[in-house]
């Protein structure tokens, strides 16, 4: 397992549950928000620091944890209800979900408001972690 392994196996889930719901801004790709205003989402996953959960074996397992960020963006003034759908779909997909080798915690959905570029976000941020045997 790798960390390209394991944010490729992240990218196809969202990809497979997400489908067309919105456009996603993925990481450093070139993304312009929809105009006129609609829905739309930005991908990140931020890797943690890696430990050793196992010791005194010819092999041991090293834990490495991340945190997915899906931020959700609308335009202001249309209220929260759209936004905040969309927001449990996507904490539904990655909450408690185990891929072959990905295995995601509880998901939280925390409303920002105001981004302060015209947008109305809300974000939601699933802990994961994934083991190498090594």
Request: net charge negative; hydrophobic share 40%; charged share 20%.
């Amino acid at each position: 397992m790798s960390y390209d392994s394991a944010s490729s196996e992240i990218r196809a889930r969202l990809k497979a549950q997400w489908a067309a719901r919105t456009p996603i801004a993925w990481p450093n790709l070139s993304f312009k928000p929809p105009n006129p205003a609609a829905p739309w989402m930005r991908f990140m996953i931020k890797e943690g620091e890696a430990q050793r959960i196992s010791i005194g074996s010819s092999t041991n397992d090293y834990r490495h944890p991340g945190i997915i960020t899906l931020q959700l963006f609308d335009a202001l003034g249309g209220g929260d209800g759209p936004l905040t759908r969309l927001a449990d779909q996507a904490a539904g997909f990655f909450q408690s979900w185990s891929g072959v080798n990905v295995v995601c915690q509880t998901a939280t959905v925390n409303t920002i408001g105001d981004d302060g570029e015209g947008w109305y976000q809300i974000n939601v941020t699933i802990p994961y972690y994934w083991d190498d045997l090594k």
